[in-house]
């Protein structure tokens, strides 16, 4: 760096690093003890929620009304007023840390805080982390652009939110800058290592001075009775992954499902899942809220076989309808529910097999245990995070190896049947395509957004433009293909052969969307020149749309043969020089 | 430090000299701004936490009240409710815990455990938990868990209730321990425990009890006796003497504890009838006391009689065959110099007990002899040692 006077400031540059760094460090504190706060509040909120609208000893009609109404009233804010606050917020706040460099818009933590508090607190069977998270990385984002900091580093201070959020939350700072990492940035080698932990540390300090030191869960010793018994969790290892797949599955199924009805039910749309979940709550009170109080039930062996098949049945149902109904709430606290009833029973059955082999085997509560953190692992795809955030919880290394044991072999039936991972399949039903590891990965070169062009108003015809009208287009602008919709939303894409057969088939009048196809591939701005030529043949006609990654409907671009041409066949054409952004 | 390979902004991007001085300045009015959140929140979980405590009361107390009137379902769900919102209150938690023992059931004794297994984290010593904890594991047949939670309890803090004193757990304890089949350690509990015991009838009565359940009749008898000079006419306490003489082979003795039951009007039909057996082992045994040798050969030749004709007639239609039988016969046939001898008359009467093993076995009826030359046969094994 070179020295530099300003001439207004009484200190040389090389000193201005130091007070950025500083500043960061400062920043990040702050964020970290306001993050933490905002957790705290969420939690006393949702309690206090809760005893509100149930009371001490709720009637029957009180137990079904209660989530319907106040969901009725979560349908109009969620669609209204907050439409990013709904479902669990990391999927969100992922697009938001990779696709919008980390700009939040402050409305979303408030939304989510209130929708969250409503939800939860009325009984939806979801999870307060994932809400968290996304309020910790609001805020932090707000805060950011509060501060007029620049971009890059509005983006550093999302997973900063995120972890401290988290940390305060769930009462695990190193699992917290795990997840942050690994879900959020997805890369456990990126530079924010530091931030991440001191605003989870700022942010478990405040959660344990006002909560009190007392654990999540009160967890007893569990260790390896005999090492044959890891074949026993091999077993729930797999069981695990199957049915982290099956609630993926459903999940993901459900909530096409409702996607899928016509948008004016949308407002609606939760509270017909309050209603069913009232209708739950009346023989299962146990699914409803975070579960937290049965979790522990599960671990110290206060729940018996059936009781737990059945409570692993009906929460990861009303889970489903809770999420996919559109309600604002996650799955993190439902993951751990479910694992610890899977592995509780699992515990049990092996309980019942073990004398017919004599070997000593453990309590269920310790299957109970590595059966959390194997569906974590499962449906959430975090595995570092899920070995530590169980050893944070235990503070017992005994129970280790059984743990990464399940937990590898969970995640790798999870992936082998559900290859995509939950946040990323909810972000493309929302029509959001998150950047790949490989795409981050990509260093320099030419990009998908680099060779695009942008002139393109003149591909575009309605996919009701007759086929004779869309054909005299393409010849006017010399295209070989054009894009059948708006640029907003595109429909499909229509070559110009399939326009020519289509008018000496005589069907000239028929609109263009009867021809177009609808099998097409596409890139986004950030995809790599690679995976444009890849791509580039799949498409009928030599046109490749370029589409944002935040709406996979919307076209920012398109690539041509043409374009292709005059960027590869200009001798002056030079490689963009690009580097690393540390902040993801 | 923190962010060391972030973004940071390269001398044509520092920050210029205005901004950063707004920075620091409204980072300061943040972290003030996180201050007095933090005084707030603060006040808010305080007051969160005041009136989950004050709800928890008020639950509890309509808990204990309903628990009371024997509305144990609701008692219990108020009590949930108490625990849910005050966690840390061990008196709610052993109301609970209480109620869900009451009611019974696997999946109450499951709630219940993991209830007292959290409380026992905070309070390893208090009694009531350990205690309570070891009777969960004694009904789940954890005769080892529970004996190290019995001993958790009576060697832990001093006993808070009454019903939770160091005699009563050990009393509880030993009875586990006899119930499994474990005499040796349950004996063990028991003479720790005699010393404690207070010169109460009732406690002499159930030591005593206990002392004959675990074979120590010697024991036993010194309980009952104990017991009998607080409290001459109890009957119980004769009867318990009674069989532990019996136990023992004083007869003699046995018939008169025995006699005095009867007469202090004990109701037990085992009474009579051990005394009818202390009466025919008076009769029969030809290794009573004060007798002339050669009474003796003639009571061991008449048992040996009896066993061979019980031998007999129980083995039916295979009767003259009899190998057991056959060597009664020749046993008897021994010179009465030999048979008077007290090697042999111990020798006689310990096969007449093995032709008792096999009669059991082939006679479904049972003759009162039996059970003398048992007694008899326990005598001679005492005379042997």
């Given at each position: ?584 | ?349 310990n096969r007449i007990a093995s032709a008792i093993a096999v009669i059991a076995g082939r006679c479904p009826d049972r003759d009162p002899a039996e059970a003398a030359w048992r007694a008899v046969a326990q005598t001679a094994g005492a005379a042997a040692r």
């Open positions: 760096m070179t020295s530099r006077w300003t001439g207004r400031w009484p200190f040389r540059s090389g000193e201005w690093r130091i007070r950025d760094s500083q500043l960061f460090l400062a920043l990040t504190i702050v964020i970290g003890v306001l993050a933490g706060l905002s957790a705290v509040l969420f939690a006393l909120s949702i309690d206090a929620a809760g005893h509100f609208f149930f009371g001490m000893a709720p009637s029957t009609a009180r137990v079904i009304l209660v989530p319907t109404l106040v969901s009725l009233l979560t349908g109009v804010l969620l669609s209204k007023y907050f439409r990013d606050a709904r479902g669990s917020g990391v999927p969100q706040t992922k697009a938001a840390y990779h696709l919008r460099q980390g700009v939040i818009h402050p409305r979303v933590p408030i939304g989510k805080f209130v929708t969250g508090v409503l939800c939860i607190g009325s009984g939806h069977s979801m999870g307060r982390e994932g809400p968290s998270v996304q309020i910790g990385a609001g805020l932090a984002s707000a805060l950011g652009q509060w501060l007029r900091l620049p971009p890059e580093r509005v983006k550093a201070l999302v997973p900063v939110g995120a972890s401290a959020a988290l940390a305060a939350a769930f009462n695990t700072p190193v699992a917290a800058v795990l997840f942050a990492l690994e879900e959020i940035i997805a890369d456990l080698n990126a530079p924010l290592l530091g931030s991440t932990v001191v605003a989870s540390v700022a942010a478990v300090i405040v959660e344990r001075t006002l909560l009190g030191n007392e654990p999540l869960f009160h967890v007893p010793e569990y260790q390896l009775q005999h090492p044959i018994e890891l074949v026993a969790y091999v077993a729930l290892g797999i069981a695990g992954g199957l049915a982290s797949v099956a609630f993926g599955k459903g999940l993901l199924g459900a909530r096409r499902f409702f996607l899928g009805l016509p948008a004016s039910t949308r407002m609606w749309q939760p509270a017909m899942g309050g209603l069913a979940i009232g209708l739950v709550l009346v023989m299962f009170p146990q699914v409803a809220g975070v579960g937290y109080e049965h979790i522990d039930q599960a671990l110290n062996g206060g729940l018996l076989l059936w009781g737990m098949v059945a409570l692993c049945v009906v929460k990861g149902l009303a889970t489903i309808v809770s999420y996919s109904t559109g309600n604002a709430g996650g799955i993190f606290a439902p993951s751990l529910f479910l694992g610890a009833m899977v592995g509780g029973a699992m515990g049990f059955v092996v309980q019942w097999l073990a004398p017919m082999v004599n070997v000593p085997v453990g309590e269920p509560g310790a299957y109970a245990l590595v059966g959390m953190g194997t569906l974590f692992a499962g449906i959430i795809r975090a595995p570092m995070t899920s070995v530590f955030m169980i050893f944070e919880i235990t503070q017992d290394y005994q129970i280790f190896v059984p743990l990464m044991v399940a937990n590898l072999i969970s995640l790798f039936i999870s992936r082998r049947y559900q290859p995509e991972a939950i946040y990323e399949a909810l972000l493309k039903q929302d029509r959001v395509h998150l950047p790949s590891a490989l795409t981050r990965q990509s260093v320099g070169g030419w990009r998908a957004g680099d060779v695009m062009r942008t002139d393109i108003a003149a591909l575009f015809v309605d996919a009701a433009t007759p086929v004779s009208r869309a054909l005299e287009r393409a010849t006017t602008e010399a295209a070989s293909s054009l894009i059948v919709g708006r640029p907003e939303a595109i429909a499909g894409i229509v070559a110009r052969e399939a326009l020519e057969r289509a008018v000496a088939d005589g069907r000239s009048t028929s609109p263009a969307s009867t021809v177009m196809s609808v099998d097409w591939a596409h890139v986004h701005p950030d995809h790599g020149i690679d995976v444009v030529l890849d791509r580039f043949n799949r498409n009928p006609g030599g046109l490749l749309p370029v589409l944002s990654r935040a709406n996979v409907q919307a076209v920012e671009g398109a690539i041509t043969r043409e374009t292709l041409m005059q960027v590869f066949g200009s001798q002056s054409a030079r490689r963009p020089e690009r580097e690393t952004t540390g902040a993801g | 430090m923190v962010d060391e390979r972030g973004p940071s902004p390269g001398p044509d991007r520092a920050w210029p000299l205005g901004l950063v001085q707004r920075e620091v300045v409204l980072v300061i009015v943040l972290a003030v701004v996180a201050i007095v959140l933090f005084g707030m929140t603060r006040s808010l979980a305080e007051w969160s936490a005041g009136t989950d405590v004050a709800a928890a009361a008020r639950a509890f107390d309509e808990g204990e009240a309903l628990v009371t009137a024997g509305d144990l379902p609701r008692g219990i769900a108020a009590l949930r409710r108490a625990v849910s919102r005050d966690r840390l209150n061990a008196t709610y938690v052993l109301a609970l815990v209480r109620a869900l023992t009451a009611a019974g059931g696997a999946e109450a004794a499951a709630e219940a455990r993991r209830l007292l297994l959290q409380l026992r984290e905070r309070e390893p010593d208090r009694p009531e938990i350990n205690f309570r904890l070891a009777r969960l594991s004694a009904a789940t047949g954890d005769v080892d868990e529970a004996t190290r939670y019995y001993n958790h309890a009576m060697y832990g803090l001093a006993p808070d209730s009454p019903e939770y004193d160091r005699r009563r757990i050990r009393v509880e304890l030993a009875t586990l321990l006899l119930d499994s089949g474990d005499r040796e350690r349950a004996l063990a509990e028991l003479f720790a425990l005699a010393p404690d015991v207070p010169d109460e009838a009732a406690d002499r009565l159930e030591l005593g009890r206990l002392f004959l359940r675990a074979g120590d009749p010697r024991s036993a008898l010194t309980q009952f006796s104990a017991a009998l000079r607080v409290e001459a006419g109890n009957a119980e306490a004769s009867a318990g003497a009674g069989e532990a003489a019996l136990a023992l082979g004083s007869f003699v003795q046995a018939e008169r504890y025995l006699q005095a039951a009867i007469r202090q009007g004990a109701t037990d039909p085992g009474v009579r009838a051990r005394l009818d057996t202390a009466r025919l082992v008076r009769s029969i045994s030809p290794l009573s006391s004060g007798l002339v040798s050669s009474e003796r050969a003639r009571r061991l030749r008449g048992g040996l009689d009896w066993a061979e004709g019980r031998l007999r007639a129980c083995a039916g239609g295979a009767a003259a065959s009899d190998p057991l039988a056959d060597e009664l016969a020749r046993f008897r046939q021994q010179p009465l110099a030999t048979l008077r001898e007290t090697d042999t008359l111990i020798d006689g009467v």
